[in-house]
């Protein structure tokens, strides 16, 4: 029995080399994701066809095998590779398990790095650069964006009061459902002012949330009043969104309203803040056209956050809400006018 143990134990360990053939990269999610709650470190996550697929090849060999990556991840990183191998395939549970992970992510081609939070909150995307001190610039410049922003949350949480109102008494069916949407404002209110937040703001203390008739609409706001079509959310229950998207213009809170950046805002904030993982918008670069705002308009202003400049959408916003909103804001915001802006993103969809 001795016998069978030791050698059952050997087995396990050549096991467990061969999966982690790489050094000091996990390759079970839930693992890494315990680590990096249990170190308090952002999990980077590879996606990669290590025997077939030469970016990723050539993204071991230029960055993640060198002394200076490897010192960085050390001190700083959860690592976790995802492989998705031609030969010597992993068991079908494992490949499923990985597939299934691939797509909440929403990975359209090898090799793609995930950044996610300890807390799992997915931040940035990162891909093959030749230079590792590159590739370590373009990943503390997406860390410090997040943390900015968790910091501004985390702060902003604790310092008001607010309560959120609902009123659905001519439709009791709806109950259960107004009760869900009040407990997910509730959580968002206080996430929303500060990813909105500018100096001397105050949210308003009180926020209505009224489900009404109204057959042909979906919900609206004014002030800190949100109505909601019962005809509507009857049928589109699962749409959250649309009701972040209203809870986010109680936030703004604009003296003007200037459509196009106003719905781009609140369209940025149920989009990318609020379900960083479902599919991003599709965006026609034919067809893209800023006035209309809403979901074109937040991709607009998540490809600037990325590219340009990680604050614009908070100072955009405080400039809105100072009433000094004007186009030739975004010349000192992201280095070039709207216009010009609007072309480099068109064509960056191409
Ligand atoms: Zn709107």
Redesign the pocket.
């Known amino acids: 029995m001795k016998k069978l143990l030791a050698l059952f134990a050997t087995v396990m360990l050549l096991c467990s080399t061969s999966q982690a053939a790489e050094e000091g990269w996990l390759t079970d999610y839930n693992d890494a994701l315990a680590q990096a709650k249990k170190e308090n470190k952002n999990l980077m996550v590879l996606f990669t066809g290590s025997d077939w697929c030469i970016w990723c090849k050539r993204l071991q060999a230029d960055v993640l095998t060198k002394d200076e990556f490897k010192d960085f991840a050390k001190e700083n990183l959860i690592l976790l590779a995802l492989d998705f191998p031609r030969e010597n395939k992993p068991s079908k549970e494992v490949q499923a398990e990985r597939r299934a992970l691939a797509e909440k992510y929403q990975i359209e081609g090898y090799p793609t790095l995930v950044l996610l939070t300890p807390e799992e909150k997915d931040f940035g995307r990162m891909g093959y650069t030749k230079e590792v001190s590159d590739f370590l610039a373009e990943y503390k410049k997406l860390a410090q964006a997040v943390e900015t922003t968790q910091k501004a949350t985390d702060k902003q949480a604790l310092s008001f009061d607010y309560t959120i109102r609902i009123r659905y008494k001519d439709y009791p069916e709806m109950e259960g459902w107004m009760k869900s949407m009040q407990a997910i404002c509730k959580e968002w209110y206080p996430i929303l002012a500060a990813e909105l937040n500018s100096e001397g703001f105050k949210p308003a203390s009180t926020v209505t949330i009224t489900l009404q008739s109204d057959p042909k609409g979906v919900a609206g706001?004014g002030g800190d009043h949100i109505y909601l079509s019962k005809e509507y959310f009857s049928k589109n229950g699962t749409d959250a969104g649309a009701v972040i998207?209203?809870l986010a213009?109680v936030i703004q809170a604009y003296p003007t309203y200037v459509p196009w950046i106003?719905?781009s805002i609140?369209d940025y904030m149920r989009l990318y803040k609020f379900e960083p993982n479902a599919p991003r918008p599709k965006v026609d670069p034919e067809r893209f056209n800023l006035q209309r705002g809403y979901k074109g308009g937040a991709a607009f202003l998540a490809w600037l956050v990325e590219k340009k400049n990680p604050e614009i959408v908070v100072k955009l916003n405080a400039a809105l809400r100072a009433d000094k909103y004007k186009d030739e804001l975004f010349e000192e915001l992201a280095g070039s006018s709207l216009e010009d802006l609007v072309k480099e993103f068109k064509a960056s969809l191409k």
Request: charged share 30%; proline share 0%.
């Open positions: 706001t998207h209203e213009h106003t719905e609140a």
